[in-house]
């Protein structure tokens, strides 16, 4: 019984010696190498826990690099004449749709649109002359929210 309890102290003792060298401990007694090993574990806890804040961080500061990267869409909208308009639309991002979904906004305001250029690769460009069809009532302020709406329900989909 003796011996097995030597080779198990021996096992004891080596596993000890090993923790030691792995937590840079310089204890000489088995009490104190735990001791040191247990510092050691609350240190790297430590360094989890920073890192895992300087990982949230660098993830926000990109998140808002990307919001800042994409602005919304910018609308202008002029009179032209006596019932005609010309709208410019600019985004910093296109979606499929889009293109139809403004002409569809046009559309539906009655507007029939005489000349246009537009551009939907990645950003997205669109300058419009159009005159009124049927409508009454429509000015400025509601072809430039129409437009607005057209991009948002666009860009949720």
């Known amino acids: 019984m003796s011996r097995e309890r030597k080779k198990a102290t021996g ?3 080596d596993k000890l010696q090993i923790l ?3 937590t840079h401990s310089r204890a000489l007694n088995d009490a104190s190498i735990i001791m040191d090993a247990s510092e050691y574990i609350k240190e790297l806890k430590q360094k989890v826990v920073s890192l895992k804040q300087e990982v949230a961080c ?19 909208v002029e009179t032209l004449g006596r019932h005609g308009f010309l709208v410019n639309v600019f985004s910093d991002r296109s979606c499929p749709g889009l293109l139809v979904s403004v002409l569809e906004a046009f559309d539906e305001l009655g507007l029939s649109v005489i000349e246009a250029a537009a551009s939907c690769a990645d950003t997205f460009r669109l300058e419009a002359a ?4 049927q409508v009454d009532n ?3 302020h509601v072809v430039k929210q129409a437009v607005l709406q057209a991009i948002r329900n ?3 989909q």
């Open 11 to 13: 096992g004891l003792h």
């Open 20 to 22: 030691r060298s792995i």
């Open 58 to 76: 660098e993830e926000e500061e990109e998140e808002g690099a990307l919001k800042h990267k994409y602005s919304s869409p910018t609308v202008t």
């Open 130 to 133: 159009g005159g009124e069809n």
């Open 138 to 140: 429509v000015d400025e």
């Open 154 to 156: 666009c860009s949720e």
